[in-house]
């Protein structure tokens, strides 16, 4: 159980283009998700929490009117990088918590975007 | 600064070496993680542990928990080339009651 999705696995776009990126709870209901950014040879970084039927809460740093988030449903939140640049280029990552039984974030297993 | 402060940055070691990596802070946390990553991929939770100086044990792993509750360490005995992989050690300390993770090793085990 508690699996968490992405789609898709890893996508390449132009500059200036927008991307989107998708995050599901496969098996349980997540009110709160969160979006992680994961450069190279790096740690994984909070980027963003995602609250469903709410506006999203950025972290210090984060433009929010860049990574636009959705938070629509209980088991889907989505990503959209707008008018992407090449230092957009990462690793996303994207967890849902569990507050039902345990409690505990569960990852997906991650994005790779590449902006050219 | 960091909360998690995690040692070495990097390791690359021989199959059949052991290792032990480390997880440090000024905090005291009431359970600490540990995940493994590998290249590509999503973070894999493979322990928690929440009890001052608790050991636990997941195969040739074994993991502790300061009696303080500050820090903890990895401890991999002979090292198999399967082992290779970032691992991050983690508490849940940010301000949206997230996950905060350290820095990472990156363990390279060679055949």
């Known amino acids: 159980g508690a699996v968490v999705s992405q789609h898709p696995s890893w996508v390449i776009c132009k500059s200036g283009t927008s991307v989107k990126i998708e995050c599901r709870s496969l098996?349980?209901?997540?009110?709160?998700m969160f979006w992680y950014r994961q450069f190279p040879k790096q740690s994984l970084m909070l980027m963003a929490t995602?609250?469903?039927?709410?506006?999203?809460?950025?972290e210090q740093g984060v433009e929010k009117d860049k990574f636009l988030i959705n938070h629509a449903s209980l088991t889907l939140s989505t990503l959209t990088v707008t008018s992407a640049h090449p230092e957009d280029s990462s690793f996303y990552i994207c967890?849902?918590?569990?507050?039902?039984?345990?409690?505990?974030?569960?990852f997906g297993p991650g994005t790779r975007l590449t902006v050219t | 600064t960091q909360l998690l402060e995690q040692s070495p940055q990097f390791l690359s070691i021989q199959e059949g070496e052991n290792l032990t990596v480390y997880c440090n802070s000024s905090s005291v946390f009431s359970s600490l993680q540990w995940y493994r990553q590998e290249p590509g991929e999503g973070p894999v939770l493979l322990v928690t542990v929440v009890t001052g100086g608790e050991v636990k044990k997941l195969k040739r792993l074994t993991f502790q928990f300061g009696d303080a509750r500050k820090d903890s360490s990895l401890h991999i005995t002979a090292a198999q080339p399967g082992d290779t992989g970032l691992y991050l050690c983690?508490?849940?300390?940010?301000?949206?009651?997230?996950?905060?993770f350290g820095k990472g090793t990156k363990l390279s085990v060679k055949p």
């Open positions: 983690a508490v849940y300390g940010g301000s949206q009651g997230n996950l905060i």
């Open positions: 995602s609250n469903e039927g709410s506006k999203a809460t950025y």
């Open positions: 967890s849902a918590r569990e507050v039902v039984f345990t409690y505990e974030q569960y």
């Open positions: 098996d349980f209901q997540a009110t709160t």
